[in-house]
């Protein structure tokens, strides 16, 4: 109790930072490793940083930092690490600009201007074209050609009663449909969610959560492995989570509960971890507007992730008007802000 705490790692990876290397942190003296990877952390490397003694790593990979390093984080025995930022170089000369002298022909100048103005209007008149075609097509058309641009796996129909045997066996039932357990690659396990006919929800919900899961990626958000949007066949295909939701555990319909306080305070913490990425690592930011135990998945360790999207709503600016906060989804479990 005698000894004073300090901070001796910094871990900020993927955390959705963005402007310039904060002056606050040479205020941790005992800094020995920091991790700022993974953001999107802009400007030059700061010369404090290198005034740091205590600290031997540095991670600021994947980031859009610029400019020149400081020779004092080129330092013996400082571990510097910044792959993945292509404006950054190790010495001055590299952001001065290099005088060319003009050794093309005028003519040559004319005539590739001349291709880029035919390449653009050729553009042009196939976007038009497109667009009057997809004008005349009706809802649904349209909204297939815009999830085939996707990069989410597309799945046939076909390939869903496959990959789930014919729908032989049932993880359980939502507002949006029924889920099936399935397999992928003959070897990993999914979960298939298939609207259903009767179901509230449909094709607005569907493209929402397509939307949402094929941009955003974090460890406490379900992963989406694919879809299928095929006539009137719709489903939603996820990773698959041993340990079914957190409502099952709760209510005691999986027997006897497992989950002691400790593990629910994780599971809190990581539910908060999840809505975090989507409040603010999102542009613009997103509100899930359905978050339940019903809607918190546990995989094979107890680590919760969140799910159903369908509901969830982007917001451009904080300066919305009320209408636009109306609650969705199961009353009472709109986001806490």
Not at 52 to 80: D, F, H
Not at 125 to 139: A, D, E, H, W, Y
Not at 181 to 205: F, I, P, R
Not at 243 to 270: E, F, M, P, T, Y
Request: net charge positive.
């Amino acid at each position: 109790m005698s000894t004073p705490l300090r901070i001796t790692t910094l871990n900020l990876s993927s955390s959705g930072l963005t402007g310039t290397i904060a002056a606050a942190i040479q205020n941790l003296t005992q800094l020995e490793t920091m991790d700022l990877s993974n953001n999107n952390l802009t400007g030059g490397l700061p010369d404090f940083l290198g005034n740091m003694k205590s600290l031997s790593v540095i991670n600021l990979s994947g980031n859009n930092l610029s400019g020149s390093i400081p020779q004092a984080l080129q330092r013996e025995g400082l571990k510097l690490l910044v792959e993945g930022n292509p404006k950054l170089c190790f010495s001055d000369s590299c952001i001065k600009p290099h005088k060319k002298k003009p050794v093309v022909p005028i003519v040559a100048s004319v005539v590739s201007a001349a291709v880029v103005i035919a390449i653009l209007v050729l553009f042009l008149i196939f976007k038009n074209k497109k667009s009057t075609v997809l004008q005349g097509q009706p809802r649904k058309s349209r909204m297939k050609l815009k999830f085939a641009n996707k990069n989410s796996k597309r799945f046939t129909y076909s390939e869903i009663i496959q990959m789930t045997n014919n729908f032989q066996r049932v993880l359980g039932k939502g507002g949006f449909g029924m889920v099936y357990h399935g397999t992928v690659n003959d070897s990993d396990q999914v979960a298939v969610k298939v609207l259903s006919k009767s179901s509230a929800q449909g094709y607005k919900e569907f493209k929402a959560e397509v939307d949402l899961l094929v941009r955003v990626h974090h460890t406490n958000l379900v992963i989406l492995v694919g879809y299928c949007y095929e006539s009137d066949h719709l489903a939603l295909v996820y990773e698959f989570l041993p340990n079914a939701d957190l409502k099952q555990h709760l209510s005691g319909k999986r027997g006897r509960s497992v989950i002691n306080w400790s593990v629910r305070l994780h599971i809190a913490l990581d539910t908060a971890l999840g809505l975090e990425y989507l409040h603010i690592g999102c542009t613009p930011p997103m509100v899930h507007r359905d978050v339940k135990t019903a809607n918190i998945l546990l995989d094979e360790n107890f680590k919760a992730k969140l799910a159903d999207f369908g509901l969830s709503r982007s917001f451009q600016s904080r300066g919305e008007s009320q209408e636009s906060t109306v609650i969705a989804g199961t009353i009472g479990y709109l986001d806490p802000e």
